[in-house]
């Protein structure tokens, strides 16, 4: 598992058609696995490179749980054993002041190459959280 360190505006990073998981991933949980099952799942219908965006510093007023089960370390463990081939780790202030569709645009879809992208029902992005799991 190849994983990158991201920090917006990164222009050197240019993957290929890719299927992204998105999320923070405190837990790895039941909901969590399940959504990164569906990810590889739909990663093999479509031929796709199957790849998790996570964030290795949300400072800890973004961050409601403020309880960290796994740390990252635990989480690529568990991210590899499921079957993403690339990980994501985002710098949270280089991304957190984006506008929803800019963060879908030059990070989603012209670094990533995302053709596919899942995320929780409660998965927040772009600046003052203000994009949701439904505008993806």
């Known amino acids: 598992m190849k994983v990158i360190r991201y920090q917006h505006p990164d222009n050197s990073i240019k993957l290929d058609s890719t299927s992204v998981a998105l999320g923070y991933f405190d837990g790895v949980h039941v909901g969590h696995r399940a959504l990164l099952s569906l990810m590889i799942k739909k990663s093999?219908?479509?031929n796709l490179i199957p790849c998790f965006f996570t964030?290795?510093?949300?400072?800890?007023?973004?961050?409601?749980?403020q309880t960290i089960i796994y740390n990252i370390e635990d989480k690529l463990a568990i991210f590899e054993q499921l079957g993403v081939k690339i990980v994501i780790l985002a710098d949270?202030?280089?991304?957190s002041n984006?506008?929803?569709?800019d963060f879908v645009?030059?990070?989603l879809?012209?670094?990533l190459d995302a053709?596919?992208?899942?995320s929780g029902y409660n998965f927040r992005f772009g600046k003052e959280a203000s994009g949701c799991a439904d505008d993806l």
């Open 44 to 46: 093999k219908e479509k």
């Open 109 to 111: 879809v012209d670094r």
């Open 55 to 65: 964030f290795d510093n949300i400072p800890p007023k973004t961050n409601k749980t």
């Open 115 to 118: 053709r596919v992208a899942v």
């Open 92 to 95: 949270f202030k280089s991304i």
């Open 105 to 107: 645009k030059t990070v």
């Open 98 to 101: 984006l506008e929803p569709y």
